[in-house]
């Protein structure tokens, strides 16, 4: 089993800055791609940006340039760097990890808690 557990969310003022992190445990071989996706409220969810074991990166056209994803694959973590915050960023959070896991040779898509971001104007 694998778990993904958040932090960073929170309340920010437009222009703000903040950072999530997320982190993967339990019985992995291997972590290939990281990353996240948002959902507001009556909203499908997003994906926000995405990271590849080999550190290829993809984002969503509506935050290029204003959030930055890294990792860790050390320790399996994954990163959101999030800059000049604005309201319409406001949602639910959602870290994911393709992991392969002992028993299995293909990669399994493990989803974190989520985590509020509130952004006012």
């Known amino acids: 089993q694998v778990q993904l557990v958040e932090s960073g969310g929170g309340l920010v003022q437009a222009g703000g800055s903040l950072r999530l992190s997320c982190a993967a445990s339990?019985?992995?071989?291997?972590?290939?791609?990281m990353g996240w996706y948002r959902q507001a409220p009556g909203k499908q969810r997003d994906l926000v940006a995405s990271?590849?074991?080999?550190?290829?990166?993809n984002y969503a056209d509506s935050v290029k340039g204003r959030f930055t994803i890294s990792r860790d694959s050390a320790k399996n973590t994954v990163f959101l760097q999030m800059n000049n915050l604005k309201p319409e960023d406001t949602a639910v959070y959602y870290c994911y990890a393709d992991a392969v896991v002992d028993i299995s040779p293909f990669a399994t898509r493990y989803w974190g808690q989520g985590t509020q971001i509130n952004v006012s104007s």
């Open positions: 339990g019985s992995i071989f291997r972590v290939d791609s």
């Open positions: 990271i590849s074991i080999g550190g290829s990166t």
